[in-house]
């Protein structure tokens, strides 16, 4: 069986790429896509401690369930918002979105 541990450390790995990814990336559908590998990595952390924590209870993969909803829901209006800015201002680099100022 494979340790707890080694779980954790790939669940860290994944989400510290997605920060990674979120702060450096200029493109909009790269950002939504460093977002979805952070809520992976929480997805591995939930199934993870549901695994070695209480193996006869649900809730662990009822989260997991939960999250895959928020994470499609995410995906779909995120998508949604970046086709429209880029049919408006033909561009999908986060900084030259500015649709707030006068």
Not at 28 to 42: G, K, P, R, S, T
Not at 74 to 81: H, P, R, T
Not at 85 to 93: A, C, F, K, L
Request: net charge neutral; glycine share 4%.
């Amino acid at each position: 069986m494979i340790p707890l541990s080694w779980y954790l450390i790939v669940a860290a790995f994944l989400f510290s790429l997605g920060v990674y990814g979120v702060l450096a990336r200029r493109n909009a559908v790269a950002i939504l896509m460093a977002i979805e590998l952070m809520l992976n990595a929480v997805n591995l952390n939930l199934i993870a401690f549901w695994r070695y924590n209480s193996p006869g209870i649900m809730a662990g993969q009822a989260f997991v369930l939960f999250v895959f909803a928020v994470a499609a829901a995410e995906a779909a209006v995120g998508l949604a918002l970046i086709i429209s800015i880029y049919r408006s201002r033909e561009t999908v680099i986060a900084e030259d979105v500015n649709l707030l100022k006068w």
